[in-house]
């Protein structure tokens, strides 16, 4: 079975700096999506950056952007200029190519502070 | 266009109670998940509904979960009887023909507590 892991339950980062997130994940498959989603306080989540395993470049979204190494099973997280109104829960998630396993894996989140 | 919509927001109920929860999908969206996050943990999946059908209940913890997706637009969960091992966040998704693979629209989930 599938397994993801954020190693890090809370990061802080002084505003305008960059921070970097780690996730890992385990898996025997070839073909999966890859995503971060971002929980501010007491709001929904939603969808910072998706990556699919069988393109090697790595996905960029404004600020944000990952570090995807498909070997390593990593896909790391990195959000440059934080800004104050950055802080929430940033979780990775793991989804099957295969078709029929459509459901997502989690990792438990890392809790970002921004601070100023 | 209007978000899902999850209610209540919040919910506190006694042991042996009946809750139940209601999501509404964004309109035209087929595939409907719901997920649950006890405190701390992982957000695990529990099920998801392809239009009124159950695609994959594989992550209902047991029978005293129902969901349900009537004519295929709003969903409910409903928890009979409540357990304390049942409190945490309970999310709703949704998405379009993708089965997800482009990402979720979440609500803003129901913080469910048994006391």
């Known amino acids: 079975a599938q397994t993801v892991t954020q190693s890090q339950p809370e990061m802080s980062v002084q505003e305008a700096e960059t921070v970097t997130l780690s996730c890992t994940y385990d898996?025997?498959?070839?073909?999966?999506?890859l995503f971060w989603y971002k929980q501010p306080p007491s709001r929904q989540m939603i969808l910072v950056i998706r990556q699919e395993a069988y393109k090697q470049q790595n996905a960029t979204e404004n600020r944000f952007s990952v570090n995807f190494q498909k070997a390593a099973k990593s896909f790391s997280l990195k959000i440059s200029d934080s800004q104050l109104g950055g802080a929430a829960m940033y979780f990775c998630a793991y989804r099957s190519g295969t078709s029929g396993t459509y459901k997502y894996i989690f990792g438990t989140g890392t809790r970002l502070k921004v601070l100023a | 266009e209007a978000g899902v919509t999850q209610f209540p927001s919040h919910s506190v109920i006694e042991k042996g109670q009946t809750v139940t929860l209601r999501c509404d999908p964004i309109s035209g969206h087929d595939n409907l998940y719901w997920y649950r996050r006890v405190m701390g943990k992982e957000i695990k999946f529990l099920l998801h509904f392809v239009k009124e059908s159950k695609q994959d209940e594989s992550g209902m913890p047991n029978n005293r979960f129902l969901a349900e997706r009537t004519g295929g637009t709003y969903s409910t969960l409903k928890v009979q009887p409540a357990e304390l091992e049942d409190s945490g966040v309970y999310f709703c998704?949704?998405?379009?023909?993708?089965?997800?693979?482009?990402?979720?629209?979440f609500g803003s989930g129901t913080r469910l507590t048994v006391v």
């Open positions: 898996t025997s498959e070839s073909d999966y999506y």
């Open positions: 998704a949704s998405s379009q023909q993708d089965f997800g693979a482009y990402g979720y629209t």
